[in-house]
């Protein structure tokens, strides 16, 4: 999650600050894991960007890791939405023999994320409990928030980068040398001068929206967030009735940033966030488009509908203090058909379909329409 939630959550929950807009701790672990250190060291340092950057080098201070295969693990929680990301695009690019998988259990507390899901508590290869643990052998005394996706490099245990927004875009472009045949292109090229303003509107408009109009601290606070959100979902409705995708015929970074979001919006947000204009469900496009993606092998074979709803609704006590999970919605209807090839495009364009999920990933029984109980 975000630096502002892991760094300010207790026992009885701590989002909310009363009479105040809710404003996301961007500031993260900037180190980079690039193919070619010496030369990213060259580069000019990026502009302040919540989307990360393409092109430049490091922030000051930050370091530059080689890659290395099988020397990192990629640290992600699958009920959190930023961490969901690395997921899908560590599995479209084919990085799974490369860089290998933590997952902690949805629900932490207020030291941090715990690996209450594996055989007596602890990360298989890292031998730890807590990834706090692995925050503090880098950095003992570590006074952030303990957030996911993190990358851990494993010989020392200590975590390199939390940055999720750079994590990805260095997964397609310094990674290349272990992406998959067929892995498809997330950055095309000719797009990216448009895909970085709807990236930027994405993220500071929905994904990070529907958090400011949950952990609003006011009545003011929540109607102006929640008008900045359906103005944005209806920017977005309008976009996708000519395009099957955001930028256009296949899938992007841009989709993979938006469809976490979407993925949570019925489950959690609508009633969680009261972002309950209408659901998801009731805008045809942006429905198609996410049934689109979730039927796209990469996609909807990493939701867990039940941790994710565990998270949400038992960790921020604050506004839901009974911690009560709700049994709905049905979510079966994200299998149903979504008439979006008619618009034409391939979601892979000129490449092909990850293979299965193989077991160890796979999402468990129940907690998925795509994997029923």
């Known amino acids: 999650m975000g630096q502002h939630e892991a760094s300010e959550y207790s026992t009885k929950g701590a989002y909310v600050h009363g009479g105040e807009e809710f404003n996301r ?37 930050a370091q530059a890791w080689p890659v290395e295969a099988g020397r990192y693990r990629l640290v992600a929680a699958r009920a959190c939405p930023w961490a969901n990301r690395t997921v899908i695009v560590r599995r479209l690019l084919g990085l799974e023999d490369a860089i290998s998988l933590g997952q902690p259990g949805p629900v932490h507390d207020v030291r941090s994320w715990t690996f209450d899901l594996d055989e007596g508590g602890k990360d298989p290869v890292l031998g730890t409990e807590r990834l706090q643990e692995n925050y503090f052998k880098r950095f003992p005394d570590y006074p952030r928030g303990i957030t996911v996706p993190a990358i851990v490099d494993i010989p020392s245990g200590g975590v390199v980068t939390n940055n999720y927004p750079q994590i990805t875009l260095d997964f397609s472009t310094q990674w290349k040398e272990f992406h998959r045949e067929g892995a498809p292109n997330l950055l095309p090229e000719g797009e990216l001068d448009e895909m970085w303003p709807v990236m930027t509107r994405v993220f500071t408009e929905v994904n990070n929206g529907v958090y400011r109009a949950g952990f609003a601290g006011s009545q003011e606070a929540y109607d102006a967030a929640y008008a900045r959100l359906w103005d944005a979902m209806d920017w977005l409705e309008e976009r996708l009735a000519t395009r099957r995708y955001l930028m256009g015929p296949t899938i992007t970074e841009a989709d993979v940033r938006l469809f976490t979001t979407l993925a949570r919006f019925d489950a959690v947000y609508h009633g969680h966030f009261k972002t309950n204009r209408n659901k998801l469900a009731e805008m045809d496009n942006l429905w198609g488009y996410a049934r689109d993606l979730f039927q796209t092998p990469g996609f909807g074979d990493t939701i867990d509908f039940v941790q994710i709803k565990d998270h949400y609704y038992k960790v921020h ?4 203090p009974t911690r009560i999970v709700p049994v709905g919605p049905d979510l079966s209807n994200w299998l149903d058909d979504h008439d979006r090839a008619k618009l034409g495009g391939a979601p892979f364009g000129d490449g092909t379909a990850p293979e299965p999920v193989r077991a160890s990933e796979r999402v468990a029984a129940g907690h998925n329409p795509l994997y029923p109980a």
């Not at 006590?317 to 839901?320: K, L, S, Y």
């Open 25 to 61: 701790d961007t500031n993260y672990i900037e180190d980079r894991i690039v193919a070619d250190p010496a030369a990213v060291r060259t580069l000019p340092a990026p502009p302040a960007s919540k989307v990360g950057s393409l092109g430049f080098g490091l922030t000051p201070g």
């Open 317 to 320: 006590e604050d506004i839901n």
